[in-house]
């Protein structure tokens, strides 16, 4: 009780809106990612900011080539603040699943890939998420989406399925490194 906290008010910058890419999470969420000009904010120079989700991009009235407030919040993650000047057309939702091309659905302020469990950026995604549970290292970005796109990784329990044969098939991935992938799966 005798003690404070004292928040200092995080370094702003203003830059221009460039683009948003919607990007597809395990869950299934496609989330909006600013694409702006280079700005130095806070030490470090911005290229990409958060978004959110679709109600953040409707409340701030974020349109094509607008100015706007970039912040990282706690020091850490670029946020689009605010918009300071209005650009050209607005930013709408995605129609179509930017991963998998199938429908999307819209709960409120989120959008959700209607096809989860056939999406390669759902399932690329999980088995990341679960990678990293089990403390599993070696199975790089590339590795996963090359699995993902054989076939031969659908879902979590596959990984204890794969053979040396079918890792040495992948790019960049020799007979000592599968090995090694192996023995790091095998061992949980």
């Not at 409120?108 to 690329?124: H, L, N, S």
């Not at 998420?129 to 199975?139: A, E, Y």
Request: with cysteine; glycine share 10%.
């Amino acid at each position: 009780r005798y003690a404070m906290a004292y928040k200092f008010q995080a370094e702003a910058a203003q830059t221009t809106l460039d683009r948003v890419e919607w990007s597809v999470g395990r869950t299934g969420v496609i989330t909006p990612v600013a694409h702006v000009e280079p700005v130095f904010v806070s030490g470090v120079t911005v290229k990409r900011a958060s978004l959110l989700n679709l109600g953040l991009v409707k409340k701030l009235g974020l349109s094509e080539k607008a100015k706007v407030e970039i912040v990282r919040r706690g020091e850490v993650i670029p946020h689009v603040e605010r918009v300071l000047e209005a650009g050209g057309d607005d930013i709408v939702a995605p129609t179509h699943c930017p991963s998998c091309g199938g429908p999307v659905r819209v709960e409120g302020d989120f959008v959700y890939c209607a096809q989860p469990e056939t999406c390669p950026a759902v399932i690329r995604g999980r088995i990341k998420h679960f990678l990293k549970v089990i403390d599993v290292n070696g199975f790089g970005e590339k590795h996963l989406t090359q699995l993902t796109e054989k076939g031969l990784v659908k879902k979590a329990a596959d990984l204890f399925r794969l053979t040396q044969d079918q890792l040495t098939s992948m790019e960049r991935l020799g007979v000592v490194s599968a090995q090694k992938l192996l023995r790091e799966i095998g061992a949980k």
